[in-house]
T-cell receptor
């Protein structure tokens, strides 16, 4: 069935370092890949997304890359700050899947000052 | 533009009881999806509502049901609560049949079943 694997489950970096979170998906029909940042009391915020017709997308310190052949996509955060500390979820979806998002298990990112 | 809101924030119920959770979609959105997030896990798709009808369902039993109203708000009902139903319930709104695939989540309802 449809599945999204996310690694690592926890990630600790020093402020200013880069952080990379990787996901793989099983359904080759997936064509939309969002990333969410979840903080206690603040809900889940859509931070960046990418569609299957694009290989890379960047928004300030955040970038996402997609390798359709390998069915991998990754989140890259550069110049990390303590406020980047949160749980990050990747997800995969497509129009033919009715908009259903299949989520990874989450990565708890800790940025140490 | 108002965001997605959910009520209540927290809820404690006893096994066997029934619960209703509510969600107001973001203005301009016509579709609401519900997800269950167990502690330490990613959200799991329960079902989606579009034009007041269920439009897609995940691997959840029939005791999970929903409604969507003409103003696109939605309810999630769970009957015969079980201990394993304890989780964070998230709703997300989106604009179906557009080129916009984004789903925006509410803050969630934390349900505890004792």
């Amino acid at each position: 069935g449809e599945n999204v694997e996310q690694h690592p489950s926890t990630l600790s970096v020093q402020e200013g370092d880069s952080a990379v979170i990787k996901c793989t998906y099983s359904d080759s029909a997936s064509n939309y890949f969002p990333w969410y940042k979840q903080e206690l009391g603040k809900g889940s915020q859509l931070i960046i997304d990418i569609r299957s017709n694009v290989g890379e997308k960047k928004d300030q310190r955040i970038a996402v890359t997609l390798n359709k052949t390998a069915k991998h996509f990754s989140l890259h955060i550069t110049e990390t700050q303590p406020e980047d500390s949160a749980v990050y979820f990747c997800a995969a979806s497509g129009h033919n899947q009715g908009g259903k998002l299949i989520f990874g298990q989450g990565t708890e990112l800790s940025v140490k000052p | 533009e108002t965001g997605v809101t959910q009520s209540p924030t927290h809820l404690i119920k006893t096994r066997g009881q029934q619960v209703t959770l509510r969600c107001s979609s973001q203005s301009g959105h016509n579709t609401v999806s519900w997800y269950q997030q167990a502690l330490g896990q990613g959200p799991q798709f329960i079902f989606q509502y579009y034009r007041e009808e269920e439009n897609g369902r995940g691997n959840f039993p029939p005791r999970f049901s929903g409604l969507q109203f003409p103003n696109y708000s939605s309810e999630l009902n769970v009957n015969a609560l079980e201990l394993d139903d304890s989780a964070l319930y998230l709703c997300a709104s989106s604009l179906r049949f557009s080129q916009r695939l984004e789903q925006y989540f509410g803050p969630g309802t934390r349900l505890t079943v004792t």
